[in-house]
């Protein structure tokens, strides 16, 4: 069975940090392209980072660039996401996804090029 767990999300507030992580189980983990597509309310899905062993590249969206930092631990099939100098609007749903990495659209898109899906963990960030 395909599983990609998330975890991480809260409420911070403006300037704070968090770090989500998703662990994937059932698929070949070097086969795709792993990160995370966000959502706030009323707003399109947007791609925010993802990053790839077999093409040894990461990529991010021109919102978080600089901000966002994207990691994994190949051994424990699970990437993260290391968030910094969070700002009200990053507050969103965040969904762990997997796709090919020429599919991924780092900005607004509907994602429906990923494979698998999480369930979303809510990031909130007061300001």
Do not use: H
């Amino acid at each position: 069975e395909v599983q990609l767990q998330a975890s991480g999300g809260g409420l911070v507030q403006a300037g704070g940090s968090l770090r989500l992580s998703c662990t994937a189980s059932g698929f070949t983990f070097d086969d795709y392209a792993i990160g995370w597509y966000r959502q706030a309310p009323g707003k399109e899905r947007e791609g925010v980072s993802c990053i790839s062993r077999t093409y040894n590249a990461t990529e991010y969206a021109y919102s978080v660039k600089g901000r966002f930092t994207i990691s994994s631990d190949n051994a424990k099939n699970t990437v993260y996401l290391q968030m910094n100098s969070l700002k009200p609007e990053d507050t969103a749903v965040y969904y762990c996804a997997a796709g090919e990495y020429r599919l991924w659209v780092l900005g607004p898109d509907s994602g429906s090029r990923m494979d698998y899906w999480g369930k979303g963990t809510q990031v909130t960030v007061s300001s």
